[in-house]
């Protein structure tokens, strides 16, 4: 059996956040960045931030 792979480039794996006011990346993921506008309070100082999964790293 032979299993085939669909190949995406790396550079766009996006992920999507929100980075609350006191720094901190929210305490859960989001699907798209209109799911992630939704919950973000801009009005106490959240941003809707992105990232490439590639260059992230754990330090």
Known sequence: MTHTSVWTDPRDEIEVGVLMAD?????RSFRTRAEAEAWARPEEG???VEWNV?????T
């Open 46 to 48: 959240d941003r809707v």
């Open 23 to 27: 720094g901190r990346l929210a305490p």
């Open 54 to 58: 590639i260059c992230a790293c754990d």
